[in-house]
T-cell receptor
């Protein structure tokens, strides 16, 4: 069974203080790793997809990286508007045509001005 | 594009009552997913459809849960009878293909008393 563990559960930063969120995963065959952002009262919003170890994606102050066992979401010089819950999800291709995302429980990021 | 639309946003009902949640996916998306989110378990896939056909309902917790997709622009998730442990936020999501990111609605917060 696929497993996704995110750490820390919560992270509080000062504006401008860079840090990283971790997503450790166990899958039989990785098809893709996804990062989503979720604001209170809203549905998750797609950020990145990573497909193979060594791959990196960037968007504004966010950069996602992938190894064979984990992914990091690096936040550079965060602003208060980056405060949200960040979710990681994996999809494996061991199930044939069965498309299934397994989500972690997320990291609640708070950026103080 | 209006995105994925869910209704109602909030539902409060008494134990034993029937609850119906509704979803309109993004036009042209062939895949539709129903997820449930709780603090304890995070986001869990309940069921997903491809071209209106249910593909995997292994996440549906009990026979009290049922889902239908009568056409490409509408899906329902029904709980009958409802129980307090069904209280959660239920999300609908759609995607263009199997490998493309999910687009989530803003969810229905269900409270069963």
């Amino acid at each position: 069974e696929d497993q996704v563990t995110q750490s820390p559960e919560a992270l509080r930063l000062q504006e401008g203080e860079s840090s990283s969120l971790n997503c450790s995963y166990t899958v039989s065959g990785l098809r893709g790793l996804f990062w989503y952002r979720q604001d209170p009262g809203k549905g998750p919003e797609f950020l990145f997809t990573l497909y193979s170890a060594g791959e990196e994606k960037e968007k504004e102050r966010l950069k996602a990286t992938l190894t064979k066992k984990e992914s990091f979401l690096h936040i550079t010089a965060p602003k208060p508007e980056d405060s949200a819950t960040y979710l990681c999800a994996v999809q494996d291709h061991s199930g044939g045509s069965n498309y299934k995302l397994t989500f972690g429980k997320g990291t609640l990021l708070t950026v103080n001005p | 594009d209006a995105g994925v639309i869910q209704s109602p946003r909030h539902e409060v009902t008494e134990m034993g009552q029937e609850v119906t949640l509704r979803c309109k996916p993004i036009s042209g998306h062939d895949y539709l997913f129903w997820y449930r989110q709780t603090m304890m378990r995070g986001l869990e896939l309940l069921i997903y459809f491809n071209n209106n056909v249910p593909i995997d309902d292994s996440g549906m917790p009990e026979d009290r849960f049922s889902a239908k997709m009568p056409n490409a622009s509408f899906s329902t998730l029904k709980i009958q009878p409802s129980e307090p442990r069904d209280s959660a936020v239920y999300f609908c999501a759609s995607s263009l293909e199997q490998t493309t990111p999910l687009h989530f609605g803003n969810g229905t917060r269900l409270t069963v008393t």
